[in-house]
């Protein structure tokens, strides 16, 4: 995914009032599973920020539990959160051609099916990187009712994952169209 440099996401988070000692809870709608918050804790990790929350069904799942709503914007100061360290999880393609089909690595899809299959897309060029499985990023989800999607157990997660042969023992290279799902 194309991201901008550090200096200037480090800029708008410190006029957020983000501080490296505070936690950071990210939420976004909920109701396409966060896959937003998801790419701005992506970010934070980059900065090596320590403590990241990610709310569950966002704020979907936040108002349909009758939580308090505010329309309020919070009173924050800004600060200087600093640009280094910054390294973001990320593979040059020379790192990923050389993975293909290596028993140490998984080279996962997170698109839906019909895109890794070629047969749907925007793309000029459909399918998938030669080796890499299909594991489409929303089955990680499941319906907690109104339309919210919510994560699975720690338990399905890991089960779904094994199963396609996606294990902490290997090296690990998520893709999708943007870097936003993935």
């Not at 593979?91 to 899809?109: H, K, L």
């Not at 779904?160 to 870097?179: A, E, S």
Request: aromatic share 12%; charged share 20%.
């Amino acid at each position: 995914a194309d991201t901008l440099a550090p200096e200037a996401y480090a800029g708008l988070l410190g006029r957020l009032g983000v501080r490296r000692e505070r936690p950071v809870v990210i939420y976004g709608t909920g109701d396409a599973g966060n896959f937003n918050a998801t790419f701005l804790a992506w970010i934070l990790a980059g900065f090596r920020h320590p403590r990241i929350y990610l709310l569950d069904g966002g704020y979907a799942k936040w108002a349909a539990e009758g939580r308090p709503l505010t329309r309020a914007y919070p009173d924050t100061k800004a600060t200087a959160y600093a640009a280094a360290p910054y390294g973001l999880e990320a593979a040059e393609v020379g790192w990923v051609r050389f993975m293909v089909n290596r028993p140490n690595a998984v080279i996962v899809d997170v698109r839906p099916a019909d895109q890794y299959a070629g047969t749907a897309g925007a793309q000029m060029r459909r399918g998938h990187i030669p080796g890499a499985v299909n594991h489409f990023w929303q089955e990680d989800l499941r319906d907690a009712g109104n339309g919210v999607k919510v994560w699975k157990s720690k338990d399905e997660l890991q089960a779904g994952y094994t199963r396609q042969g996606i294990t902490p023992d290997k090296d690990v290279f998520l893709y999708c169209n943007t870097g936003t799902e993935a």
